[in-house]
């Protein structure tokens, strides 16, 4: 690390422990924005994020495709010529079952609310480090680009998959750094694909005591998803052999597990198949008319998608039953190089900030960091901790709301100062290397 990069980060984080309070205050208001996807609108939320980014006096524009759910993009260029770092957030979050949510309360040391996890924390630190790091330009090398986004919880039609059917140019960037939940203890570099569809059954319906007469849907169903679950559930997955190998490794494993929960290493090397909808039927004794079910299914890197969708699709077909694939939120498995130079960076600085280290492991949701991945863009993940996400419980501490907006900082200093080596870890593949594009 060059000495003008340490003392910029120095300066960053004695800034933002001044500015602990305030900031604290900005996250609380931004959770209080029901920014709930669906039905997705953000304009309230999107006016939040202009009105902070005019007080701070930097540039940006807001776009949509969709009224209601519009996106900001800002960028300033520094003093030399150099690379292009893009932070990027989402501002939708989860519907709740616990209004108290809204409230965005401090209990024990702990920010109660919706997007507490998932991922207004991790926006927000995008935000202010695109504004902390503004009047600090002339000292970097490059450009910072600052992407907040609609519509992640529903697939990102409306949101970076339109920033990159639309502005590819200008936030496709060299590197992408995103909020998104990922706990501080280590460093999400692939991320499971899905394949998300309906199960539909139809008959003409009757009387239960004839199932002479017409077929059960709902029983039609069952068998179905059953039938699945027997088929792929929990199924080991076949990995890249290198892959495989930083997921199976003890480091991984006990980061993982200390994570998400003793088991979430050995679910990250293996396809899940989760049936979160089941309708049909109004009464007991009646053959209903019809039955739906909406399933999820997710796969580790080197799962093939399109063979999986033509089998289900040919058990559908066997079952008598109808298969929609719910194009927008389906998607292949992404990866990026765990020991390169962004990746490096974080860790070193979860290392120099926290004091302790941040193996390699897998995400189990779904991020908008594969937008970038697919092209070969490195991108890494900062935010707080996952745990919580979606549950009545959904928090961020305070000390991690202002850990997270200090690592995206020094992330985004090392970065546009050159500090990073992505030369400087062992081990690392050269098949990684070709999948990664790094």
């Known amino acids: 690390m060059s000495k003008d990069a340490a003392i910029l980060k120095s300066a960053l984080c004695r800034t933002i422990d001044e500015k602990r309070d305030e900031i604290i205050g900005l996250l609380r208001q931004f959770l209080r924005i029901r920014s709930v996807n669906p039905p997705g609108d953000m304009r309230e939320a999107a006016a939040f994020v202009r009105t902070l980014l005019d007080g701070f006096g930097v540039p940006h524009r807001t776009v949509a495709l969709k009224d209601s759910m519009p996106n900001i993009i800002g960028r300033w260029d520094a003093g030399a010529a150099g690379r292009h770092l893009v932070l990027n957030g989402h501002m939708d979050v989860f519907p709740v079952t616990d209004e108290r949510l809204w409230n965005a309360d401090i209990v024990d040391g702990?920010?109660?609310?919706?997007?507490?996890?998932?991922?207004?924390?991790?926006?927000?630190?995008?935000i202010l480090t695109y504004c902390y790091l503004y009047p600090y330009r002339a000292h970097l090398t490059g450009a910072l680009t600052l992407t907040v986004v609609s519509d992640e919880q529903s697939g990102?039609?409306?949101?970076?998959k339109y920033l990159f059917d639309a502005f590819a140019d200008e936030i496709a960037g060299d590197c992408c750094l995103n909020g998104e939940p990922s706990g501080l203890a280590n460093i999400r570099f692939t991320e499971k694909g899905t394949l998300r569809f309906s199960l539909s059954a139809q008959s003409a319906g009757g009387h239960g005591g004839y199932p002479h007469?017409?077929?059960?849907?709902?029983?039609?169903?069952?068998k179905l998803i059953a039938g699945i679950y027997?088929?792929?559930?929990?199924?080991?997955?076949t990995l890249?052999?290198?892959?495989?190998?930083?997921?199976?490794?003890?480091?991984?494993?006990?980061?993982?597990?200390?994570?998400?929960g003793a088991g979430a290493a050995d679910n990250a090397r293996r396809i899940t198949v989760n049936a979160g909808i089941i309708e049909g039927g109004r009464k007991a004794t009646q053959i209903p008319t019809g039955c739906i079910a909406h399933i999820d299914i997710r796969f580790p890197i080197g799962s093939d998608r399109d063979v999986i969708r033509a089998d289900i699709e040919a058990l559908a077909a066997d079952h008598g039953c109808a298969m929609v694939v719910n194009e927008d939120h389906s998607y292949p498995a992404s990866i990026t190089d765990p020991f390169g130079e962004m990746a490096t960076i974080l860790r070193g600085n979860i290392k120099d900030l926290l004091g302790h280290e941040a193996p390699p492991v897998c995400s189990l949701g779904g991020t908008d960091t594969r937008y970038w991945r697919w092209r070969n863009i490195p991108a890494i993940i900062c935010g707080p901790s996952p745990i919580s996400m979606g549950t009545d419980d959904e928090h961020v501490?305070?000390?991690?709301?202002?850990?997270?907006?200090?690592?995206?900082?020094m992330c985004a200093v090392d970065y546009m100062t050159g500090a990073g080596n992505p030369h400087q870890a062992e081990g690392r593949s050269a098949s990684s290397r070709r999948?990664?594009?790094?």
Do not use: F, W
């Not at 990102?156 to 970076?160: A, L």
């Not at 890249?240 to 998400?260: C, Q």
């Not at 501490?397 to 900082?409: C, N, P």
């Not at 999948?435 to 790094?438: H, S």
């Open 230 to 237: 027997e088929r792929y559930h929990l199924k080991l997955a």
């Open 110 to 126: 702990r920010i109660m609310g919706r997007g507490a996890s998932d991922m207004k924390t991790g926006t927000l630190a995008a």
């Open 240 to 260: 890249p052999a290198d892959i495989d190998a930083i997921l199976a490794s003890p480091e991984s494993v006990a980061a993982a597990d200390a994570n998400l």
């Open 213 to 222: 007469r017409a077929p059960n849907p709902i029983e039609q169903i069952c």
């Open 397 to 409: 501490t305070v000390d991690e709301a202002i850990a997270v907006v200090k690592l995206q900082a």
């Open 156 to 160: 990102g039609r409306y949101g970076t």
């Open 435 to 438: 999948r990664t594009g790094d």
